[in-house]
Protein backbone atom coordinates (compact mmCIF):
# COMPACT_ATOMS: atom_id res chain seq x y z
CA UNK A 1 0.00 0.00 0.00
CA UNK A 2 2.96 2.25 1.02
CA UNK A 3 4.43 1.74 -2.55
CA UNK A 4 1.31 2.71 -4.15
CA UNK A 5 0.71 5.53 -2.14
CA UNK A 6 4.21 6.86 -2.72
CA UNK A 7 4.31 5.65 -6.91
CA UNK A 8 0.68 7.77 -7.20
CA UNK A 9 2.51 10.85 -5.49
CA UNK A 10 5.28 10.57 -7.88
CA UNK A 11 3.23 10.08 -11.13
CA UNK A 12 1.10 13.36 -9.58
CA UNK A 13 4.01 15.04 -8.98
CA UNK A 14 5.68 14.13 -12.18
CA UNK A 15 2.50 15.47 -14.04
CA UNK A 16 2.17 18.92 -12.47
CA UNK A 17 5.78 19.71 -12.95
CA UNK A 18 5.63 19.04 -16.56
CA UNK A 19 1.90 21.29 -17.01
CA UNK A 20 3.40 24.04 -18.73
CA UNK A 21 0.11 25.76 -20.04
CA UNK A 22 -3.15 26.10 -19.76
CA UNK A 23 -5.86 25.76 -22.42
CA UNK A 24 -8.98 28.21 -22.39
CA UNK A 25 -10.84 25.44 -25.13
CA UNK A 26 -13.36 27.65 -27.59
CA UNK A 27 -15.48 24.89 -28.15
CA UNK A 28 -19.19 24.73 -27.81
CA UNK A 29 -19.04 21.25 -25.29
CA UNK A 30 -16.11 21.82 -23.02
CA UNK A 31 -16.53 25.71 -22.50
CA UNK A 32 -19.11 27.10 -19.73
CA UNK A 33 -18.09 31.02 -20.41
CA UNK A 34 -16.99 32.06 -23.41
CA UNK A 35 -17.41 35.71 -23.12
CA UNK A 36 -15.45 35.56 -20.00
CA UNK A 37 -12.71 33.82 -21.28
CA UNK A 38 -11.82 36.93 -23.43
CA UNK A 39 -12.18 39.11 -20.02
CA UNK A 40 -9.85 35.97 -19.03
CA UNK A 41 -7.12 36.83 -21.99
CA UNK A 42 -7.11 40.24 -21.63
CA UNK A 43 -6.27 39.75 -18.04
CA UNK A 44 -3.38 37.99 -18.74
CA UNK A 45 -2.25 40.24 -21.71
CA UNK A 46 -2.06 42.99 -18.62
CA UNK A 47 -0.21 40.72 -16.58
CA UNK A 48 2.54 40.70 -19.27
CA UNK A 49 2.21 37.51 -20.39
CA UNK A 50 1.97 36.58 -24.18
CA UNK A 51 -0.98 33.96 -25.33
CA UNK A 52 -1.64 32.11 -28.46
CA UNK A 53 -4.54 32.06 -29.80
CA UNK A 54 -5.05 28.85 -31.98
CA UNK A 55 -7.09 29.66 -34.61
CA UNK A 56 -10.18 27.06 -35.88
CA UNK A 57 -8.79 25.14 -33.16
CA UNK A 58 -11.72 24.03 -30.69
CA UNK A 59 -13.35 27.23 -31.32
CA UNK A 60 -10.87 29.43 -31.52
CA UNK A 61 -8.95 28.24 -27.89
CA UNK A 62 -6.42 30.30 -25.86
CA UNK A 63 -3.21 28.71 -24.95
CA UNK A 64 -1.17 30.77 -22.01
CA UNK A 65 1.21 30.12 -19.34
CA UNK A 66 0.47 27.78 -16.57
CA UNK A 67 0.76 30.12 -12.93
CA UNK A 68 -1.02 30.03 -9.92
CA UNK A 69 -2.84 33.32 -10.19
CA UNK A 70 -4.35 32.43 -13.69
CA UNK A 71 -5.78 29.56 -12.44
CA UNK A 72 -7.10 30.89 -9.55
CA UNK A 73 -8.65 33.51 -11.87
CA UNK A 74 -10.26 31.50 -13.94
CA UNK A 75 -11.92 29.73 -10.98
CA UNK A 76 -12.84 33.02 -9.89
CA UNK A 77 -14.79 33.94 -12.84
CA UNK A 78 -15.99 30.72 -14.12
CA UNK A 79 -13.97 30.18 -16.76
CA UNK A 80 -13.50 26.53 -18.13
CA UNK A 81 -9.57 25.42 -18.23
CA UNK A 82 -7.70 22.57 -19.11
CA UNK A 83 -3.92 22.27 -17.66
CA UNK A 84 -1.39 20.83 -20.27
CA UNK A 85 1.85 19.40 -20.28
CA UNK A 86 4.84 20.61 -22.38
CA UNK A 87 4.07 17.68 -24.55
CA UNK A 88 0.51 18.35 -25.11
CA UNK A 89 1.31 21.75 -26.33
CA UNK A 90 4.34 20.83 -28.52
CA UNK A 91 1.44 17.58 -30.44
CA UNK A 92 -0.98 20.63 -30.20
CA UNK A 93 1.23 23.03 -31.87
CA UNK A 94 2.35 20.75 -34.31
CA UNK A 95 -1.02 19.67 -35.24
CA UNK A 96 -1.85 23.59 -35.70
CA UNK A 97 1.46 23.86 -37.99
CA UNK A 98 0.53 21.39 -40.45
CA UNK A 99 -0.41 22.69 -44.43
CA UNK A 100 -3.09 20.58 -44.54
CA UNK A 101 -5.04 21.85 -41.42
CA UNK A 102 -6.75 25.21 -41.58
CA UNK A 103 -5.39 26.65 -38.46
CA UNK A 104 -2.79 29.28 -37.58
CA UNK A 105 -1.21 30.21 -34.12
CA UNK A 106 -1.58 33.97 -33.65
CA UNK A 107 0.67 35.44 -30.51
CA UNK A 108 -1.08 38.26 -28.54
CA UNK A 109 1.71 40.44 -26.56
CA UNK A 110 -0.26 43.75 -25.46
CA UNK A 111 -3.55 44.67 -24.01
CA UNK A 112 -4.99 46.75 -26.53
CA UNK A 113 -6.39 50.07 -24.73
CA UNK A 114 -10.06 51.09 -25.36
CA UNK A 115 -11.88 53.32 -25.81
CA UNK A 116 -15.68 53.91 -26.30
CA UNK A 117 -17.33 56.63 -28.19
CA UNK A 118 -20.31 57.67 -26.11
CA UNK A 119 -22.62 59.90 -24.60
CA UNK A 120 -22.64 61.28 -20.75
CA UNK A 121 -25.06 59.26 -18.58
CA UNK A 122 -25.45 55.75 -20.78
CA UNK A 123 -25.84 52.92 -19.08
CA UNK A 124 -23.88 49.74 -19.99
CA UNK A 125 -26.63 48.01 -21.23
CA UNK A 126 -27.44 50.51 -23.62
CA UNK A 127 -25.05 49.35 -25.90
CA UNK A 128 -23.89 45.71 -26.50
CA UNK A 129 -19.97 46.35 -26.58
CA UNK A 130 -19.89 48.44 -23.02
CA UNK A 131 -22.54 45.21 -21.74
CA UNK A 132 -20.11 42.55 -23.19
CA UNK A 133 -16.89 44.61 -22.19
CA UNK A 134 -18.25 45.07 -18.42
CA UNK A 135 -19.55 41.68 -18.55
CA UNK A 136 -16.13 40.06 -19.37
CA UNK A 137 -14.44 42.19 -17.39
CA UNK A 138 -12.55 44.45 -19.40
CA UNK A 139 -11.56 47.85 -19.01
CA UNK A 140 -12.33 51.32 -21.20
CA UNK A 141 -12.69 54.41 -21.02
CA UNK A 142 -15.40 56.37 -22.37
CA UNK A 143 -15.02 59.60 -24.76
CA UNK A 144 -17.24 61.24 -26.47
CA UNK A 145 -17.70 64.67 -29.12
CA UNK A 146 -14.58 67.11 -26.70
CA UNK A 147 -11.90 64.12 -26.32
CA UNK A 148 -12.21 63.16 -29.61
CA UNK A 149 -11.89 67.14 -31.02
CA UNK A 150 -8.88 67.13 -28.67
CA UNK A 151 -7.05 64.65 -30.19
CA UNK A 152 -7.31 62.07 -27.33
CA UNK A 153 -7.85 58.68 -29.38
CA UNK A 154 -4.17 58.97 -29.85
CA UNK A 155 -4.31 57.44 -26.73
CA UNK A 156 -6.03 54.34 -27.76
CA UNK A 157 -5.79 51.59 -29.93
CA UNK A 158 -9.36 50.30 -30.30
CA UNK A 159 -11.95 52.43 -30.59
CA UNK A 160 -16.25 52.13 -30.44
CA UNK A 161 -18.78 53.65 -31.73
CA UNK A 162 -22.13 53.93 -29.68
CA UNK A 163 -25.35 54.02 -31.59
CA UNK A 164 -25.12 57.37 -32.66
CA UNK A 165 -26.24 59.48 -35.33
CA UNK A 166 -23.06 61.30 -36.98
CA UNK A 167 -25.24 63.16 -39.67
CA UNK A 168 -27.18 65.45 -37.30
CA UNK A 169 -30.85 63.94 -37.10
CA UNK A 170 -31.31 62.85 -33.54
CA UNK A 171 -31.18 59.43 -34.83
CA UNK A 172 -34.36 59.85 -36.69
CA UNK A 173 -36.63 59.47 -33.40
CA UNK A 174 -38.29 62.64 -34.74
CA UNK A 175 -41.37 60.55 -36.26
CA UNK A 176 -42.38 58.56 -33.46
CA UNK A 177 -40.49 60.28 -30.24
CA UNK A 178 -40.65 64.16 -31.07
CA UNK A 179 -42.73 65.22 -28.28
CA UNK A 180 -40.99 62.57 -26.19
CA UNK A 181 -38.71 64.26 -23.32
CA UNK A 182 -36.01 62.62 -23.56
CA UNK A 183 -36.04 63.37 -27.05
CA UNK A 184 -36.41 66.53 -26.34
CA UNK A 185 -33.54 66.85 -23.61
CA UNK A 186 -31.09 64.68 -25.79
CA UNK A 187 -31.73 67.49 -28.76
CA UNK A 188 -31.03 70.21 -26.29
CA UNK A 189 -28.10 68.53 -24.86
CA UNK A 190 -26.63 67.77 -28.21
CA UNK A 191 -26.89 71.59 -29.75
CA UNK A 192 -25.38 73.22 -26.38
CA UNK A 193 -22.58 71.22 -26.55
CA UNK A 194 -22.03 72.02 -30.38
CA UNK A 195 -22.46 75.39 -29.30
CA UNK A 196 -20.07 75.05 -26.39
CA UNK A 197 -17.19 73.43 -28.96
CA UNK A 198 -17.77 76.13 -31.64
CA UNK A 199 -20.29 74.98 -34.27
CA UNK A 200 -23.63 76.46 -34.98
CA UNK A 201 -25.50 73.07 -35.77
CA UNK A 202 -25.11 69.65 -34.51
CA UNK A 203 -24.51 68.35 -38.10
CA UNK A 204 -21.21 70.23 -38.65
CA UNK A 205 -19.71 69.37 -35.28
CA UNK A 206 -20.63 65.57 -35.08
CA UNK A 207 -18.83 65.73 -39.32
CA UNK A 208 -15.94 67.17 -37.27
CA UNK A 209 -16.17 64.18 -34.72
CA UNK A 210 -16.03 61.81 -38.21
CA UNK A 211 -13.56 63.15 -39.53
CA UNK A 212 -11.22 63.14 -36.52
CA UNK A 213 -12.59 59.03 -36.10
CA UNK A 214 -11.61 58.70 -39.54
CA UNK A 215 -8.10 59.73 -39.03
CA UNK A 216 -7.96 57.52 -35.99
CA UNK A 217 -8.17 54.77 -38.31
CA UNK A 218 -6.20 56.21 -41.14
CA UNK A 219 -3.20 56.77 -38.86
CA UNK A 220 -3.28 52.95 -37.34
CA UNK A 221 -6.48 53.13 -35.08
CA UNK A 222 -8.91 50.06 -34.69
CA UNK A 223 -12.63 50.70 -34.91
CA UNK A 224 -15.67 49.24 -34.30
CA UNK A 225 -19.02 50.26 -35.03
CA UNK A 226 -22.60 48.56 -34.65
CA UNK A 227 -26.23 49.43 -35.87
CA UNK A 228 -26.63 53.50 -36.69
CA UNK A 229 -23.10 54.32 -35.78
CA UNK A 230 -21.94 52.31 -39.18
CA UNK A 231 -24.10 53.60 -41.65
CA UNK A 232 -24.37 57.19 -39.88
CA UNK A 233 -20.95 57.50 -39.91
CA UNK A 234 -20.26 56.64 -43.84
CA UNK A 235 -23.07 59.08 -45.05
CA UNK A 236 -21.75 61.77 -42.61
CA UNK A 237 -18.17 61.42 -44.25
CA UNK A 238 -20.00 61.32 -48.10
CA UNK A 239 -21.91 64.39 -47.21
CA UNK A 240 -18.88 66.82 -46.43
CA UNK A 241 -19.98 69.90 -47.46
CA UNK A 242 -23.80 68.72 -48.18
CA UNK A 243 -26.50 69.82 -45.68
CA UNK A 244 -28.33 66.84 -45.69
CA UNK A 245 -30.54 67.63 -42.50
CA UNK A 246 -34.26 69.02 -42.94
CA UNK A 247 -35.15 71.95 -40.79
CA UNK A 248 -36.77 70.53 -37.89
CA UNK A 249 -33.24 68.97 -36.96
CA UNK A 250 -31.18 72.28 -37.81
CA UNK A 251 -32.92 75.52 -38.33
CA UNK A 252 -32.71 75.65 -42.24
CA UNK A 253 -33.16 74.32 -45.43
CA UNK A 254 -31.30 71.03 -46.98
CA UNK A 255 -29.55 71.23 -49.96
CA UNK A 256 -31.30 71.57 -53.29
CA UNK A 257 -30.88 67.98 -54.86
CA UNK A 258 -28.00 66.84 -51.99
CA UNK A 259 -28.43 63.32 -53.17
CA UNK A 260 -26.29 64.30 -56.00
CA UNK A 261 -23.69 65.78 -54.37
CA UNK A 262 -22.81 62.84 -51.99
CA UNK A 263 -19.27 61.85 -52.54
CA UNK A 264 -19.17 58.09 -51.95
CA UNK A 265 -15.54 57.97 -51.94
CA UNK A 266 -15.10 59.29 -48.87
CA UNK A 267 -17.31 56.48 -47.21
CA UNK A 268 -15.24 53.88 -45.54
CA UNK A 269 -17.91 50.44 -46.79
CA UNK A 270 -20.62 51.63 -48.81
CA UNK A 271 -21.45 53.28 -52.44
CA UNK A 272 -24.70 54.35 -54.57
CA UNK A 273 -26.95 54.23 -51.47
CA UNK A 274 -29.79 56.33 -51.66
CA UNK A 275 -30.47 59.18 -48.31
CA UNK A 276 -33.84 58.76 -46.81
CA UNK A 277 -35.24 62.33 -47.14
CA UNK A 278 -38.48 62.32 -45.28
CA UNK A 279 -37.87 63.07 -41.50
CA UNK A 280 -40.67 60.85 -39.69
CA UNK A 281 -39.03 57.87 -41.91
CA UNK A 282 -36.53 56.09 -39.32
CA UNK A 283 -34.06 54.97 -41.79
CA UNK A 284 -30.86 56.96 -43.06
CA UNK A 285 -31.01 55.45 -46.35
CA UNK A 286 -31.41 52.21 -48.36
CA UNK A 287 -28.11 50.83 -47.18
CA UNK A 288 -30.40 49.05 -44.29
CA UNK A 289 -32.36 45.79 -44.69
CA UNK A 290 -34.57 46.27 -42.07
CA UNK A 291 -37.58 47.28 -44.16
CA UNK A 292 -36.88 43.56 -45.76
CA UNK A 293 -37.43 42.04 -42.35
CA UNK A 294 -40.83 43.96 -41.73
CA UNK A 295 -42.38 42.80 -45.12
CA UNK A 296 -41.37 39.07 -44.01
CA UNK A 297 -38.84 38.39 -46.34
CA UNK A 298 -36.21 37.21 -43.49
CA UNK A 299 -39.13 35.37 -41.35
CA UNK A 300 -37.46 35.75 -37.64
CA UNK A 301 -37.54 31.56 -37.69
CA UNK A 302 -35.01 31.38 -40.26
CA UNK A 303 -32.84 34.78 -39.42
CA UNK A 304 -29.54 33.38 -39.19
CA UNK A 305 -26.23 34.27 -40.11
CA UNK A 306 -23.34 32.39 -41.77
CA UNK A 307 -19.86 33.26 -41.05
CA UNK A 308 -17.03 32.71 -44.07
CA UNK A 309 -14.37 30.66 -43.53
CA UNK A 310 -11.65 32.08 -44.42
CA UNK A 311 -7.61 30.64 -44.94
CA UNK A 312 -6.23 31.09 -41.48
CA UNK A 313 -2.59 30.90 -42.40
CA UNK A 314 -2.90 33.42 -45.32
CA UNK A 315 -5.96 35.43 -44.00
CA UNK A 316 -5.28 35.26 -39.95
CA UNK A 317 -7.08 39.07 -39.21
CA UNK A 318 -10.43 37.95 -40.55
CA UNK A 319 -9.79 34.45 -39.49
CA UNK A 320 -9.60 35.66 -35.85
CA UNK A 321 -12.96 37.70 -36.41
CA UNK A 322 -14.67 35.15 -37.02
CA UNK A 323 -13.61 32.52 -34.22
CA UNK A 324 -16.93 30.73 -33.07
CA UNK A 325 -18.06 27.47 -31.55
CA UNK A 326 -20.50 27.91 -34.95
CA UNK A 327 -20.27 28.90 -38.19
CA UNK A 328 -24.55 29.28 -38.12
CA UNK A 329 -25.06 32.83 -35.66
CA UNK A 330 -28.88 33.79 -35.26
CA UNK A 331 -30.02 37.30 -36.54
CA UNK A 332 -30.78 39.92 -34.70
CA UNK A 333 -32.35 43.44 -35.69
CA UNK A 334 -31.98 47.38 -34.90
CA UNK A 335 -32.28 50.55 -36.37
CA UNK A 336 -29.89 49.52 -39.04
CA UNK A 337 -30.05 45.73 -38.68
CA UNK A 338 -27.73 44.77 -42.07
CA UNK A 339 -26.24 46.11 -45.13
CA UNK A 340 -27.46 45.27 -49.26
CA UNK A 341 -25.15 43.74 -50.99
CA UNK A 342 -24.90 45.89 -53.88
CA UNK A 343 -24.38 48.68 -51.30
CA UNK A 344 -21.15 47.45 -50.19
CA UNK A 345 -17.76 48.59 -51.85
CA UNK A 346 -15.49 45.66 -53.61
CA UNK A 347 -12.80 46.26 -51.17
CA UNK A 348 -14.58 45.45 -48.41
CA UNK A 349 -14.60 41.66 -46.95
CA UNK A 350 -18.38 40.41 -45.92
CA UNK A 351 -17.81 38.06 -42.40
CA UNK A 352 -21.04 37.03 -41.97
CA UNK A 353 -23.98 36.84 -44.74
CA UNK A 354 -27.71 35.74 -44.58
CA UNK A 355 -27.91 33.35 -47.19
CA UNK A 356 -32.05 34.24 -48.19
CA UNK A 357 -31.00 37.74 -49.00
CA UNK A 358 -27.78 38.08 -49.15
CA UNK A 359 -27.56 40.74 -46.77
CA UNK A 360 -23.97 41.68 -45.29
CA UNK A 361 -24.24 41.29 -41.28
CA UNK A 362 -20.52 41.50 -40.47
CA UNK A 363 -18.42 43.44 -42.46
CA UNK A 364 -14.12 44.74 -42.69
CA UNK A 365 -12.53 46.68 -44.19
CA UNK A 366 -8.62 48.47 -44.08
CA UNK A 367 -8.55 52.15 -44.29
CA UNK A 368 -5.12 53.41 -44.55
CA UNK A 369 -2.73 52.20 -42.00
CA UNK A 370 -5.68 51.14 -39.45
CA UNK A 371 -8.89 48.98 -39.66
CA UNK A 372 -12.58 48.88 -39.08
CA UNK A 373 -15.57 46.55 -38.73
CA UNK A 374 -19.34 47.60 -39.14
CA UNK A 375 -21.67 44.89 -37.27
CA UNK A 376 -25.56 45.35 -37.90
CA UNK A 377 -27.79 45.08 -35.32
CA UNK A 378 -28.47 46.18 -31.91
CA UNK A 379 -27.77 43.21 -29.12
CA UNK A 380 -26.59 39.87 -30.43
CA UNK A 381 -29.73 38.02 -27.55
CA UNK A 382 -32.31 40.43 -27.95
CA UNK A 383 -34.20 39.96 -31.45
CA UNK A 384 -36.19 43.11 -32.01
CA UNK A 385 -34.96 45.40 -28.63
CA UNK A 386 -37.13 49.10 -28.49
CA UNK A 387 -36.79 51.86 -26.57
CA UNK A 388 -37.88 51.56 -22.82
CA UNK A 389 -36.79 47.73 -23.11
CA UNK A 390 -34.97 45.90 -20.17
CA UNK A 391 -31.64 45.17 -20.58
CA UNK A 392 -30.41 41.77 -21.43
CA UNK A 393 -28.68 39.61 -18.36
CA UNK A 394 -26.12 38.41 -20.05
CA UNK A 395 -25.50 35.84 -16.98
CA UNK A 396 -28.42 33.98 -19.25
CA UNK A 397 -26.40 34.17 -22.00
CA UNK A 398 -22.66 33.16 -21.51
CA UNK A 399 -22.19 31.27 -24.71
CA UNK A 400 -23.53 34.16 -27.27
CA UNK A 401 -22.01 33.56 -30.69
CA UNK A 402 -23.30 37.05 -31.54
CA UNK A 403 -21.47 38.68 -28.66
CA UNK A 404 -18.55 36.37 -29.35
CA UNK A 405 -17.55 38.48 -32.65
CA UNK A 406 -17.51 41.46 -30.52
CA UNK A 407 -15.16 40.23 -28.63
CA UNK A 408 -12.63 38.69 -31.76
CA UNK A 409 -12.61 42.43 -32.54
CA UNK A 410 -11.53 43.60 -28.85
CA UNK A 411 -8.56 41.25 -28.98
CA UNK A 412 -7.15 41.53 -32.79
CA UNK A 413 -5.53 44.48 -31.99
CA UNK A 414 -3.25 42.59 -29.54
CA UNK A 415 -1.84 40.44 -32.08
CA UNK A 416 1.99 40.68 -33.39
CA UNK A 417 2.40 42.20 -36.41
CA UNK A 418 3.24 39.92 -39.23
CA UNK A 419 5.13 40.64 -42.43
CA UNK A 420 3.10 39.98 -45.46
CA UNK A 421 3.24 36.64 -47.21
CA UNK A 422 4.50 37.07 -50.81
Known sequence: MLKTIIKLSFLLFFTVSKASSILLPMDAETQQNHLKAYGITYWVLTKDYKVSWLLNYRGGSFLMPDTEEIRKE???????????????????LEEI???????????LEKAPKIAVYTPTGKQPWDDAVTMVLTFAEIPYDEVYDTEVLNDKLLLY??????????????GKFFGAYRNAPWYIEQKREAEELANSLGYAKV?????????KIRDFVIGGGFMFAM?????????????????????????????????????????????????????????????????DRQNKLVPFELDYFTLADFSAKWDPI??????????????????????????????????????????????????GKGMFTYYGGHDPEDYQHKVGDPPTVLDLHPNSPGYRLILNNVLFPAARKKKQKT
Open 227 to 291: CSATDSFDIALSADGVDVCEPMFDGDASDANYQTKIDYRNAFAFKDYTLEKSPTVYEFSDIDTTT
Open 203 to 211: SDEKLAVAQ
Open 157 to 170: DWLHLHHEDFTGQY
Open 97 to 107: SSPSQNMETVV
Open 318 to 367: PTMLCQNHTQLVKGFMGQTTAFRGDKIKSNILRLGECKINGEARYIHGTI
Open 74 to 92: CKIRGVSFEIISDAATATI
